[in-house]
């Protein structure tokens, strides 16, 4: 197999076509892949086949043909909208498209005419590293599909392609690569630990009187009530995208949603629902995108005047020029109706109980003004809950026996991961990639970058101390540093 391998990527070989037509050709390669990349970049967070369906529209679910699926064109031709919708496409798919030709056209320039193969495997690896910086960026997490997968990818082609690591010996080939595995993965899980010791937690100060809901499923902290009145000119309905939408009995994506101060539409793959907003007492979407006052006429089948358009546009520009507060709903944020109200949530104060828990040591502890539960209630007593017990005062029940509780309190200590085991796994696939070595590089490299972004944010007064932030993306472009021009830097640091 190693025969066959030295043969396909022969330089001679691949040298008796010229260099620059393979540039042509893997940078247009880069682009299609690009495209594929997008589709695992919005799938695998949903746990949705990357294969079925086919290429479609987010918005009005259309199914792309394949002479409007031509990368990088495409977005440009129809400036970055549906072509059945007119809904605007994300530049995320372009820029994605763009980054990967160039990351392919760069690996092939690098190292093409020493090692096409070592060329082609780089172009793999910074393939699973943009897939896996972008998701990291919106969702705090790395598919195990990119980390695990990506591990067993890096060895075997090591085993195949000892070229990679530099040598010639299949043996040490798969040495170099075990020992990247097994030290990213070490030291990782090392400084996870280190990190959960000296920085496990931190404080969250509400104002008082302050109320915190914890469902089965989350923590909700203070929401901000939603005056919807502003939002609702000039066609009566507030009109928007949602990326989630759940209710009662069940729960929908990527769903269209309209509504008015008596009822709420939305429009499934199953066809439009209506609802009186009396008989719905609790709905709970992600918000994506506001819809335009046409859309949303559309949506909620009544008429749509351009001049009502117009005059709200300058009704809200009269508003930013006189400094009157307004809502920001910004994508992401939860957005909670219940039969009279709206609430926004902050998109970075709501919290998955199993993105607090990360191990059954975890703790969420506050000092209680009052404490409510379908059980009982209680006033001025410590709380601690931890994925296998809750205590309230001395008494001790277990979490999943309370389906609701709400706690009165001006702070509450959470628990904090200095990062996800998720960079665990993606280091040790980038130490199958690029030996132990890259592995230190990586970590090193990846710290710094880390910091000075961290501060840089926390002195424009973009993030607080305590705000997560995504570590893989640094640990990703330190990789991509190593790959380019981690050797000539460990040869110039060791030089005599």
């Known amino acids: 197999m190693s025969l066959f391998f030295d043969n396909v990527f022969n330089p001679h070989n691949w040298a008796m076509v010229p260099f620059h037509f393979w540039s042509v050709v893997i940078f247009w390669f ?9 589709v695992c970049i919005y799938r695998m967070p949903l746990n949705l086949s990357v294969v079925s369906p086919p290429s479609h529209c987010p918005h009005c679910k259309y199914a792309i043909p394949f002479y409007l699926n031509v990368p990088l064109l495409t977005w440009l031709v129809l400036q970055g909208r549906c072509k059945n919708c007119a809904a605007p ?59 695990l997968g990506g591990t067993a990818v890096g060895l075997v082609i090591s085993l195949l392609l000892p070229s990679l690591h530099g040598v010639s010996s299949l043996g040490e080939s798969l040495i170099q690569s075990g020992l990247g595995i097994g030290i990213g993965w070490g030291l990782v899980y090392g400084v996870l630990n280190l990190g959960k010791l000296l ?13 915190v809901v914890f469902t089965e499923t989350a923590i909700v902290f203070p929401p901000k009530r939603l005056p919807l009145e502003p939002l609702l000119p000039p066609v009566g309905w507030f009109g928007f995208q949602a990326s989630r939408i759940e209710l009662v009995d069940r729960c929908h994506l990527n769903v269209p949603v309209a509504v008015s101060a008596t009822q709420v539409i939305l429009h499934t793959a199953a066809g439009p629902e209506t609802f009186a907003r009396a008989a719905l007492p609790h709905l709970e979407v992600i918000f ?13 089948g009544v008429p749509w005047n351009p001049l009502g358009g117009f005059l709200n546009w300058l009704r809200e520009l009269g508003r930013s020029l006189m400094h009157l507060p307004k809502s920001e709903i910004r994508r992401g944020s939860w957005l909670v109706f219940t ?37 009982g209630c209680w006033r001025d007593t410590p709380m601690t809950l931890t994925p296998k ?36 796994k993606f280091m040790a696939a980038i130490g199958a990639f690029t030996g132990w070595q890259g592995v230190l590089f990586s970590l090193m490299v990846s710290s710094l970058i880390g910091s000075v972004v961290g501060l840089t944010l ?39």
Request: charged share 20%; glycine share 8%; proline share 4%.
């Open 30 to 38: 880069g682009c299609i892949v690009g495209s594929f990349l997008n």
């Open 89 to 147: 496409i994300s530049p995320r798919y372009f820029i994605v498209e763009l980054l990967t030709g160039v990351a392919f056209l760069g690996c092939w320039l690098a190292f093409g005419a020493h090692s096409p193969g070592v060329a082609l495997a780089y172009c793999l690896f910074l393939a699973g590293l943009i897939v896996a910086t972008f998701i990291d960026f919106e969702h705090f997490i790395i598919p195990d599909e990119i980390t």
């Open 199 to 211: 920085f496990g937690s931190y404080a969250i100060e509400f104002d008082p009187q302050s109320r």
């Open 288 to 300: 994506d995108r506001q819809l335009s006052s046409r859309e949303t006429a559309r949506l909620a």
């Open 339 to 375: 039969a009279s109200e709206a609430w926004l949530h902050r998109d970075d104060l709501r919290f998955e109980t199993d993105d607090v828990f990360h191990r059954e040591s975890d703790a969420i502890r506050c000092q209680a003004r009052e404490i409510r539960t379908d059980f």
């Open 389 to 424: 017990k809750l205590t309230i005062g001395g008494a001790e029940y277990h979490p999943e026996a309370v389906a609701m509780m709400e706690v009165v309190t001006d702070r509450m200590v959470m628990p904090r991961e200095a990062m996800g085991e998720g960079d665990v």
């Open 458 to 496: 926390i002195a424009a007064r973009r993030r607080e101390w305590s705000s997560r932030m995504p570590y893989g993306p640094y640990i990703a472009l330190a990789a991509v540093i190593w790959v380019f021009f981690g050797h000539q830097f460990v040869a110039g640091l060791f030089r005599p």
